[in-house]
């Protein structure tokens, strides 16, 4: 069965860290850029972080640059989200695509279902 799986969410206090993963099954990252994105309540989906399959691009949209980092580990076929310095702001569901086709704005092959992240005092 071919899914992408996230976890790492949880409730942070503001100035906290959290890494996400996204892991995938029935298939082989190493071929696929892999997005994340994040859906706050009344919110559009909006991107957050980008890497392709080769690693030499990565893309941060400006509200997390300098904050988020983003990696990939093939053996592990996960790709990861470090998150520091979080407000409030970044409080959203945090998905993640993948597409052989590299970073898109929409249209993943593939998604997950999804991990909460609350940051709050």
């Known amino acids: 069965q071919v899914q992408l799986v996230e976890s790492g969410g949880g409730l942070v206090q503001p100035g906290g860290s959290l890494r996400l993963s996204c892991a995938a099954s029935?298939?082989?990252?190493?071929?696929?850029?892999i997005g994340w994105f994040r859906q706050a309540p009344g919110n559009q989906r909006e991107g957050v972080s980008c890497?392709?399959?080769?690693?030499?691009?990565?893309w941060y949209a400006d509200s997390v640059k300098g904050r988020f980092t983003i990696s990939r580990d093939n053996a592990k076929n996960t790709v990861y989200l470090q998150m520091n310095s979080l407000k409030p702001d970044d409080t959203a569901v945090y998905y993640c695509?993948?597409?052989?086709?590299?970073?898109?704005?929409?249209?993943?092959?593939?998604w997950g279902q999804g991990t909460q992240v609350t940051v709050s005092s």
């Open positions: 890497i392709s399959s080769s690693n030499d691009r990565l």
């Open positions: 695509g993948a597409d052989v086709r590299g970073c898109l704005l929409e249209g993943y092959e593939y």
């Open positions: 029935g298939f082989t990252l190493d071929y696929y850029a």
